[in-house]
């Protein structure tokens, strides 16, 4: 059973960039997608972005200028960045395996961390 | 954006009933629809997937149905355990998320 842990600072300012790491353990990250899921407090979960073993992308359109998702296979681990945070950007940060279908395709999120709790505040 | 309208936003019922949660979206999705559940402090749980398939070790008094545009999910005889919040996600395009539905 793969299991998913994330890492990251829990408090920033805003204008800073997020970075937060998700270490994959009880599998491999060479298959699959990754992906990052925010929730912001008391609201709905959105979907940021995700990324395939081979390095491709893809990029929720709202938050594509912001965001940056990377995979390092060496360390079994993939890791977001999001830049010019601000308060809309308090949020729990969930990564998440995408199960792939039969074509090949990304499918659902079938795997979760437990969230990494993030406070964008002066 | 595809936008996914789960109905109602509270459903309040008792152990032994029978749940019908609905999800409603704004263009087709064929039947790339899923059901998440979701309690206080936890990630949520993957439960169907693609419509109507379960997924694994989840019980089989969750079932799935619908496609296109309109999605239910069943609770049949609800457990103690099932009060939850409920979410609804789409994988047509890029993924987005229901707004949920908190069975109290």
Not at chain 1, 12 to 40: D, E, F, H, N
Request: aromatic fraction near 10%.
């Amino acid at each position: 059973q793969v299991q998913l842990r994330e890492s990251g600072p829990g408090l920033l300012k805003p204008s800073a960039t997020l970075s937060l790491t998700c270490s994959v353990s009880g599998g491999s990250i060479r298959s699959s997608y990754w992906s990052w899921i925010r929730q912001p407090p008391g609201k709905k979960l959105e979907w940021i972005a995700f990324i395939y073993q081979s390095g491709d992308t893809t990029y929720n359109p709202s938050l594509r200028s912001r965001v940056t998702i990377s995979i390092d296979t060496s360390k079994n681990q993939f890791s977001l960045k999001m830049n010019s945070v601000t308060s809309a950007d308090t949020a729990l940060y969930y990564c998440a395996r995408i199960g792939e279908t039969a074509a090949g395709t990304p499918g659902y999120f079938d795997s979760w961390g437990k969230g990494s709790l993030v406070t964008v505040s002066s | 954006e595809i936008v996914l309208t789960q109905s109602p936003a509270t459903l309040s019922l008792s152990p032994g009933d029978r749940a019908t949660l609905s999800c409603r979206a704004s263009q087709s999705v064929r039947g790339y629809l899923a059901w998440y559940q979701q309690k206080p402090g936890q990630a949520p749980r993957l439960l169907i997937y693609d419509a109507s398939k379960r997924a694994a070790g989840v019980p089989a008094r969750f079932s799935g149905s619908g496609s296109g545009t309109d999605f239910t999910l069943t609770i049949t005889s609800l457990a103690p355990e099932d009060f939850a919040v409920y979410y609804c996600q789409q994988r047509s395009v890029w993924p987005t998320f229901g707004q949920g539905t908190k069975l109290e």
